[in-house]
């Protein structure tokens, strides 16, 4: 979704989807080394970004919302931890490779034309051994009207997530 969207989004409805960490992501985040250098890509507002940081870990937040990332920077700044920012489009810029321990994206849509170059950007920005914990919906939740962008396009279809992960461990 757009750039012009998300700020909107954002500084109409401060903490939009809360600050508390997203649920599989606190339950996920044990696969982690203590104190390791993690990415949290399409992070919005910081929710798993600061928790993140709260358990010691070296936090960077993606976001192609500036609106967002300064949403984030003051959630850390009130739970006393740091975390960097960095504005990005993850389906223009690429990450550098190996760089983080980790990685984590929540809800990241991007139309499924960009779907492969996005997750396979993240992916390859984690050190072998590392883990990319991820969660979106899939195409087959519009059905639902349980969240989401509700535009098919922009939803994930399982069977191309698998394709997306096989060459990754």
């Not at 012009?4 to 809360?18: A, D, I, L, M």
């Not at 850390?76 to 550098?96: F, G, P, Q, R, Y």
């Not at 983080?100 to 996005?118: S, T």
């Amino acid at each position: 979704m757009p750039k012009e969207k998300w700020n909107e989004q954002f500084q109409q409805n401060k903490h939009t989807y809360g600050t508390k960490v997203n649920e599989f992501i606190q339950h996920k985040s044990t696969l982690f080394p203590d104190n390791a250098n993690v990415a949290c890509f399409a992070e919005g507002e910081g929710r798993n970004a600061v928790y993140l940081a709260k358990q010691g870990h070296d936090v960077t937040a993606y976001d192609i919302s500036p609106v967002g990332l300064y949403h984030a920077t003051l959630l850390a700044e009130e739970k006393n931890v740091k975390i960097n920012t960095m504005e990005a489009d993850l389906v223009d810029m690429s990450v550098e490779r190996n760089k983080f321990d980790g990685a984590i994206m929540v809800f990241g849509h991007v139309h499924e034309l960009n779907q492969r170059k996005f997750l396979t950007n993240m992916m390859q920005s984690v050190k072998n051994g590392g883990y990319f914990i991820f969660e979106v919906y899939s195409k087959y939740q519009i059905n639902y009207d349980t969240g989401g962008p509700g535009i098919e396009e922009m939803l994930y279809d399982p069977v191309e997530i698998l394709d997306i992960i096989k060459p990754y461990k």
